[in-house]
């Protein structure tokens, strides 16, 4: 690398034995060159957000199931040569994240459940499942026990 100052300078990272290097132009802008990332690599990004986002619904009872063909998608469209896998986190958050808060707030994921994650037409699609509350009742279920008492 050349030593910081007013003209460009070029940094090689060895990263997992892959070398990437990136070139600094005025500004600071970085931008990747030489040889892209190993998709494996890219992969082992793509568990990170969503080890981070599960980790965030957690708490909100809602469990991700995503399948390989949707980490390979993210894969494929997650990842620019010039800027690296940082398109990324900005990614799963339209895809997954912004989707399911409304389903958390408002909608089927309140009290929790399962959401998977599978590729339709080339995007991403979202399965959601609610979980049975087991401190809600429904009018039927409270007929049905009257009923039953009956007998």
């Known amino acids: 690398a050349q030593p910081v100052g007013d003209g460009p300078a070029t940094l090689t990272v060895d990263v997992g034995g892959a070398q990437q290097q990136f070139h600094f132009a005025q500004g600071g802008a970085a931008q990747a060159i030489g040889p892209s990332l190993d998709a494996s690599i890219i992969k082992t990004v793509v568990d990170k957000f969503l080890v981070e986002l599960q980790t965030q619904l957690d708490d909100k009872k809602v469990v991700v199931h995503v399948e390989d063909e949707a980490i390979d998608w993210f894969v494929k469209h997650g990842y620019d040569k010039a800027m690296g896998a940082r398109p990324m986190l900005r990614l799963i958050q339209n895809k997954i994240k912004k989707p399911l808060a409304e389903d958390i707030l408002f909608g089927e994921l309140v009290n929790g459940g399962d959401v998977n ?34 007998v």
């Open 117 to 150: 994650v599978t590729v339709d037409n080339d995007d991403i699609k979202l399965d959601v499942t609610a979980a049975i509350a087991s401190n809600v009742r429904r009018e039927d279920d409270e007929d049905l026990r009257e009923e039953n008492l009956d």
